[in-house]
């Protein structure tokens, strides 16, 4: 079942994005996504008509965050990605015959729907900012460590 990992690799790129500071080619996200510059660019395309990045061309140009990491929230991107599946779980076939398949089928709609509505809400009540906090708390707390063992 082959998974869709592209709402997590793109957070990961915004919040390098945003610790550097400064413009990053579609050549050094995509090492950091582990793709080519060609997926990065269609990638960062979406989020460039979201208005969530935007592109400096020329020497020193490429790709930047275009609003504040407190106003973006992880739905937010997510949608800019174009909302995609979150289960590749699916029903067997879509317009049964068999009343039983039928009754499987609503049952399991359903619960997806249900799921899926809950995990997108979720998404809503967490910003970048957050993400960003949460690495920083993180590499404090490795750099602390380090500096503990060296004493």
């Known amino acids: 079942m082959k998974r869709n990992s592209r709402l997590s ?11 550097r500071a400064k413009p990053m080619t579609s050549e050094e996200l995509a090492k950091h996504m582990h793709t080519n510059a060609v997926v990065v660019r269609r990638t960062m395309a979406g989020l460039r ?3 969530f990045v935007r592109s400096e061309k020329g020497h020193g140009g ?3 965050i275009a609003r504040d990491l407190n106003t973006l929230t992880l739905r937010d991107i997510y949608n800019a990605l174009g909302s ?3 289960f590749a779980l699916s029903n067997r076939a879509d317009a ?3 009343l039983v398949e039928q009754s499987v089928n609503h049952a ?3 619960a997806f729907q249900e799921a899926e509505a809950l ?6 009540t967490i910003t970048l900012a957050d993400l960003a906090a949460d690495f920083h708390r993180r590499f404090d707390a490795i750099r602390k460590e380090r500096k503990s063992h060296d004493l």
């Open 96 to 98: 049964p015959d068999c």
């Open 49 to 51: 008509d979201a208005g």
């Open 9 to 19: 690799a793109v957070l990961h790129v915004i919040l390098h994005m945003a610790e």
């Open 84 to 86: 995609p599946d979150f």
């Open 62 to 64: 490429g790709w930047i």
């Open 108 to 110: 399991l709609d359903t």
């Open 119 to 124: 995990i997108i809400e979720r998404l809503g």
